[in-house]
């Protein structure tokens, strides 16, 4: 019999609370405005995630696998290669311009080179990413902790969420984006990523940084990092969901 705290089972749990919207994947903005499905939504994902957090600790860890488990190539799925200009000038000479920007809620705005963030104390992990889409892959990535980065800038007291915006613009829409909590920022697992499987990250992949957040499904990991903010709450954000694909249907609480 397993646990109420099994991966396997914590899997299953996030996934079905999650199928209206995956289903209806390719209607999520007739989805997004429907008020009775969104607040249908929004009681399903508060649901799951008062579970989860009664069912594991703060410090929980996701699993974390074998060198021989690593999948001999890490699934692209999403943008693959974003069209900004920007972008794209930063990738043809290596990122060597690319800087990280954090700043919002925080004392200390700061920017950072790949080269900064590689100078700093990095972890490595192997993990398994799992979509709602229903595949699954197991990666090694390295890269620095986000709860580092943010003792560095100084997080101000009314900072309740942690935003990524990102260099893409999935299907050529509105620009990508995600958050997490700040007990997920601080999660020990919670990296942003420069490595995937010993070597720099690929494009393919969300070079030159990607948000890796072992405890939530693979929508959340946002790729092509480029700005940090620290806010208070949504409603200047996008549609004021959180995040692009929350924007559009899917819950803001992904945790498995």
């Not at 903005?29 to 069912?55: E, F, K, P, V």
């Not at 799992?130 to 595949?135: H, K, N, Q, R």
């Not at 509105?174 to 420069?194: G, I, K, V």
């Not at 620290?230 to 409603?235: I, K, N, P, W």
Request: one cysteine or more.
């Amino acid at each position: 019999m397993t646990s109420p705290t099994d991966p396997a089972r914590r899997r299953f749990l996030a996934r079905a609370a999650l199928a209206g919207s995956a289903l209806l994947l390719t209607g999520c903005d007739q989805l997004s405005r429907s008020d009775t499905m969104r607040q249908l939504s929004d009681a399903t994902g508060s649901l799951t995630q008062r579970a989860q957090r009664l069912l594991a600790s703060r410090e929980a860890l996701a699993r974390e696998y074998s060198p021989a488990d690593i999948a001999p190539t890490f699934r692209a799925n999403g943008t693959t290669n974003p069209r900004d200009e920007a972008y794209r000038r930063l990738a043809a000479n290596g990122f060597r311009d690319w800087r990280l920007a954090i700043g919002g809620l925080v004392d200390t705005p700061q920017t950072f080179s790949l080269d900064d963030l590689k100078a700093m104390p990095s972890r490595t992990q192997i993990t398994r990413h799992d979509c709602v889409e229903g595949w699954s892959c197991i990666g090694q990535w390295t890269g620095v902790v986000l709860g580092d980065l943010l003792e560095r800038v100084g997080v101000r007291d009314e900072a309740r969420f942690v935003v990524f915006h990102c260099a893409d613009r999935y299907r050529g829409g509105d620009p990508y984006y995600e958050s997490l909590d700040m007990r997920e920022a601080y999660h020990p697992q919670t990296l942003l990523a420069y490595g995937l499987n010993g070597a720099d990250l690929p494009i393919a992949n969300g070079a030159p940084l990607r948000l890796r957040a072992e405890r939530q499904l693979g929508y959340k990991m946002a790729k092509y990092v480029m700005r940090v903010e620290l806010v208070e709450g949504f409603a200047h954000l996008g549609r004021g969901r959180g995040g692009y694909w929350e924007d559009r249907g899917y819950q803001w609480w992904a945790g498995i």
